[in-house]
């Protein structure tokens, strides 16, 4: 097998499990805390590449054109609004129903996940929207290549695998060594003892969903930049790619969600690259299934334990 | 205040319409169905399709209406979702009794839903399925305004033969009812010249990464693509193609026929030399030119499908006012034997419904954005 098709593939892999493990972060983050699958997520990342389409209009209508400026301030900008929709959405859908039974905010999360879809639908219109090539340019090896023999990546996908990987590490750092870390894992641990131990619950889980919604805003921009368009159907089957990333990584694990994010686009790439890519959603999903069967905690989940 | 005021603006509206309306046309309208997709991922089509059939309504109302009444168009949006195509026919028949369908588009759609016309007695033209079973069946009522993929295929398939003399043909699809089946048309045909494939795969609606696919293309070393498939994959395949390094041509069919093209490939530099087929363009024809300028004078290019969506009613009223009947078994007959002149030029159907000439010819995206016909 030819040397450079393989390791492009590999390529290939890396960066589309780099996009779903930068989504899958937000679902397991969110599971981790307070036991929840958030539907919604797949949506909320939807909204955030219309977010950063409209910024970069914007800050093109201003006259600003140095690239890392434009970067930084469209994702600040995306960030802040697509922080604010997860904030809103549990606000109005989940917490009236925190004590109802465990259906009600699953049922909720997937009603809201039609509403946004549907609204982004009427109000943006339903057509393939597109942004303009932003960070152009390739790295490839070797550099002075002749005839296809070469593996690359272009700037915009490296971008993507080295932001999954340092998110991941600043939220499993800030889970495990600050004081708001702290208090979400006793909100996760037991809500109500955590809760006469004096940490604001309701608070906490807010603060997990912004940190879920801000994982996806990033994943949006990325994502947004590297394939140039979107439409309003686009968080749906990311949504539920990157879902499947987080439960083989083990939901409830960060570093997990990067895996199985990884494992997943991998799997994907050599079965599309060395197979067939008309069966590859079969492979990937049957592989899930396998995989569950016989681990079925993920890769870095902790199996639950029953507490008496 | 505020609601006097808003009742009073009713009411003067109200005065208006009844001034505007009633002496030109008295009786009950006459409803024609138009069903597209609307929303979802294909309503760029959907809106060429209502535009084309919301003029021809206005101008054939403003000539004095059919047998004395008003056309009124039925919005039916079907999303192109068999499913929901099923379900939006069965309220045109059933609920909104029209006597005629405009529509459906994708061919996954129009398949199931002319059935339910065709049971009914209901005449259905469609101005853009091309799959060949939507006419195969012989079903009595239906017909189409345009051309078939097993022709569509055809000049594809010659097309990447003749004139770009490609050797390694890499044939893709998008696993739908047109994607798929234009593919097999262009293979078939690319059999028939002596040539064979170098890979034959689906790919996935909906998806936006087919990275791993092309890198397969660039280890096949194909130097022609034929992709059967919509504008919303096309253009990701396309851009992906590029920035991987390759130079193959992109050949498609009618479903990339639109200029969203290039916001799904996420700028012109990338669709610089993507070929695709589809009629003549309609408007270069004499027959429509007035009717161009008057689109283009409210601002809205009539690209794609907007002259075959006005042609297709054309056709219907001509086959009410030559026999004096909404009946559609009696329409469909009328149709079946005469031609008619739109605003395409002369259309003339044959018995299973299909169009007695097809005029496919091949298209050519440059840098900026644009196509033209090549010569």
């Not at chain 1, 998110?167 to 499993?172: G, H, I, K, R, V």
């Not at chain 2, 000049?155 to 033969?161: C, I, K, L």
């Not at chain 2, 004499?286 to 009539?302: C, H």
Request: glycine fraction near 10%; include cysteine.
């Amino acid at each position: 097998m030819d040397i450079y098709i393989f390791g492009q593939q590999l390529v290939n892999g890396l960066v589309l499990g780099s996009t779903y493990g930068l989504i899958a972060v937000g679902y397991t983050m969110v599971y981790g805390i307070i036991g929840m699958i958030n539907f919604a997520h797949g949506e909320i990342y939807m909204i955030s590449a219309y977010l950063t389409a409209i910024f970069l209009a914007l800050l093109a209508g201003f006259g600003l054109h140095s690239v890392p400026v434009v970067l930084l301030l469209v994702l600040l900008c995306t960030l802040f609004l697509t922080a604010l929709y997860g904030w809103s959405v549990e606000r109005i859908a989940y917490r009236p129903l925190r004590h109802s039974n465990r259906l009600a905010p699953l049922i909720s999360a997937i009603g809201i996940s039609l509403i946004l879809q549907n609204y982004i639908r009427i109000s943006q219109g339903a057509r393939n929207q597109g942004v303009p090539p932003v960070l152009e340019g390739v790295w490839r090896i070797p550099a002075q290549a002749v005839e296809q023999q070469f593996v690359q990546i272009t700037y915009q996908q490296s971008l993507i695998v080295i932001t999954a990987l340092a998110s991941m590490a600043l939220l499993t750092w800030v889970i495990h060594h600050t004081a708001l870390g702290r208090a979400c894992r006793a909100t996760q641990q037991d809500r109500v003892m955590a809760n006469l131990l004096g940490v604001d619950t309701d608070r906490i889980i807010s603060v997990v969903f912004v940190m879920g919604a801000a994982m996806a805003a990033v994943a949006g921009m990325l994502v947004t930049l590297n394939y140039g368009s979107f439409d309003f159907y686009i968080g749906f089957l990311m949504g539920i790619k990157a879902f499947t990333a987080a439960v083989l990584g083990g939901i409830g694990s960060l570093p997990g969600a990067m895996l199985g994010g990884v494992v997943l686009g991998l799997a994907e790439s050599f079965f599309a690259g060395f197979v067939n890519s008309d069966y590859k959603d079969v492979f990937a999903f049957s592989l899930l299934i396998l995989f569950l069967i016989f681990r079925p905690s993920g890769f870095l989940g902790v199996p639950e334990v029953e507490k008496v | 205040m505020q609601r006097t005021r808003y009742f009073l603006r009713l009411f003067a509206a109200g005065l208006l319409m009844c001034l505007a309306g009633e002496p030109l046309m008295a009786g009950e309208p006459i409803k024609i169905g138009m069903a597209g997709p609307f929303s979802g991922s294909d309503a760029s089509f959907g809106e060429q399709l209502w535009r084309g059939a919301e003029q021809a309504a206005a101008d054939l109302n403003a000539a004095g209406g059919v047998l004395g009444r008003p056309l009124q168009l039925v919005k039916a949006d079907d999303a192109c979702d068999p499913k929901q195509a099923s379900a939006v026919a069965s309220r045109l028949v059933d609920r909104e009794k029209v006597v005629a369908v405009i529509g459906h588009f994708c061919s996954s759609s129009t398949i199931p839903a002319s059935t339910i016309y065709a049971d009914a007695g209901v005449l259905m033209m469609t101005p853009g399925s091309t799959n060949p079973v939507v006419t195969e069946r012989k079903l009595p009522t239906i017909f189409r305004m345009c051309g078939r993929d097993d022709q569509q295929g055809v000049v594809g398939a010659e097309f990447v033969v003749q004139r770009l003399k490609a050797e390694r043909i890499a044939v893709l699809h998008d696993k739908t009812t047109y994607g798929q089946g234009l593919a097999d048309a262009m293979k078939a045909r690319l059999h028939a010249l002596g040539k064979k494939e170098v890979i034959y795969e689906g790919l996935t609606r909906g998806e936006k990464d087919f990275n791993a696919l092309v890198t397969k293309l660039k280890s096949l070393q194909s130097d022609a693509v034929y992709f059967g498939g919509y504008h919303s994959e096309a253009g990701p395949l396309v851009r992906q193609m590029r920035e991987q390094g390759m130079k193959a041509a992109l050949i498609s069919g009618d479903g990339i026929f639109s200029e969203v093209l290039v916001t799904s490939a996420g700028g012109p530099a990338y669709v610089e030399g993507v070929f695709m087929t589809f009629g003549a363009d309609p408007r270069n024809l004499p027959a429509g030119r007035g009717l161009v300028e008057i689109f283009r004078k409210n601002g809205y290019e009539p690209e794609g499908y907007t002259l075959y969506s006005y042609a297709t009613l054309q056709a219907i009223v001509a086959a009410m006012q030559a026999t004096q009947s909404l009946d559609g078994e009696k329409l469909a007959q009328w149709l079946h034997e005469n031609a008619v002149e739109t605003v395409m030029g002369k259309k003339a159907w044959d018995g299973k419904g299909d169009l007695r000439v097809s005029d496919y010819v091949m298209y050519r995206w440059d840098d900026k954005g644009k196509y033209k016909e090549l010569d």
